[in-house]
């Protein structure tokens, strides 16, 4: 937070006035807030859902400038609240010198967002999108922090090929900050909780390297593009607390890979992708120096979805998604796990956006959904019953956003 | 006597080529055939312009002229001339096209282009700004800009 605020107060003394503007480059101030609110029928969702909730928002401020030619210079500054994560702590969402020296080849450097599919880099960005939650088979909450962007720098840029179109690829490499109080950590401790009568707390996360690599192929066919990204993310839960016992968790470098295609025809967009989580942990059971014990595990997760956007007029645009996700890929009905629907998560979702105007946008949408595959323990407690969960549930949201 | 299935069928095509007309209708946008002229500040020293280059402009792919000259891009929003340069030289209609802008400017890919509601405006602005590059549908008899030609 100390850095944020530093970087905020010196870009507030570095932003000149128009009267300056011969003597400084000129700084672009763009920004967003949106609100808001889940209900649910049955499960807490992302948030306290069951009893409705307003924790659910975004701002963000960014300033940009090119000060010379090909370079671009900016910072994002960006708060959130999704249920117990985010708590509208400001954080630096990204930092970037941006060196574009030819449309096929331009540098970067800083802290960068992640381009995973066609929408990971803009999740937080309300405005971008039909629908309030993007398609939570691929873009999962709970792996948020750990796709959100990383430190470091890499190369992208586009170039034609022959007969077929052009591609764009994107390089990047670095390291990233996961926060031992943020949703990856808050998500892992719910998890152990609820398979074992402790409490846990999670001390540290270290991402020791991050390598993510896209290629994506604009068609010949007006509109037909694909594209690959993936990454590989070597991660370590260093210890984990359990009054008086330690858990040392190691995870083999993780692979995180999504196919995406989609097709872009007159007002209607067509897109579907999948995304495939590979990883292996192995974890240590110590009191004090002494192991007790060890387990390894492999998880193997898959999702996709496919959507359908119309924009209707200038004002009205409507999606309808169908999105689906399992926790194993080679279980998908849940033979090896009770109960057996938190095996999968299947979602129906139809969103109304209307365009108040350039700056104003307010969306409803609806979620039939089937299975708790995506659901945190922690946030649905047992009830008299004994049952934690409800299999068939629905999901109302909200949302109200504004951009400058 | 036979049952005629043919009604059945043929009501249930009917249904099917009134909702297809009702979508292309709707996705169909309405164009004028007007020309789209290229308008640049007289500091930019190119007289044509492929179309591969005016689509990597102003889709942000490419940002300067040279290596001293960043690219000042201007956009004129009046429907007529945006729908018709979109259909010539993207693949984009002008919501996908404010969105394809919103996402460069909000993940740090770049910045905004200056946006522009008349004619007059973006006229003015690119024949005092170095770099300056736009579009409009007619050209006034005297106004301090180039004319870049596609080719």
Redesign the interface.
Known sequence: MKNVAYIFIAISVIIPGKSMAAAFPEVDIHGFISQGYLLSSENNYIADSKDGTFEFNELGINFGTNPLPGLFLGVQLFANDLGKTGNDELTLDWAVADYKWRPYLGLKAGKLKLPYGLYNDTRDIDMLRVSILLPQSVYLEIQRESMNGLNGGGVYGKFPVPFIGKISYEVLAGTMNISKDGSLAYYIESIISSVAPISINITKIDVNSFFYYSATLHTNLRGLLFKYSGSIIDINVESIINAGYQIDRAMDPFQVNVYSVQYSFHNFLFTSECLLIDQKQRDKFYVGDVLLGSQVKNDHMLGNYASISWSINELFELEYYYSQFFTDRNDKKGKNITPSYSAYQKDHCLALRYNINSYWIVKVEGHLISGVGLLNPSENPPGSSGNRYTKNWSLLALKLSYRF | MKISKPTMVSRRHVFILCLCSF?LS????ALSSKEIIFIANSSVSIETISK?EIQ?IFIG????W?????IELCILTKSDPLNQFLKTYT??????FK?HW??I????????PKFFKNESEIINYVSKTEGAIGFISALPEKVDVQVITPR
């Open positions: 979508f709707a996705a169909a946008p591969n990597q792919e490419k940002i300067t040279s290596s001293t000259q960043q693949e984009m209609n002008s919501i996908k969105r919103k996402r400017l909000f993940t740090g890919r770049g910045t905004f």
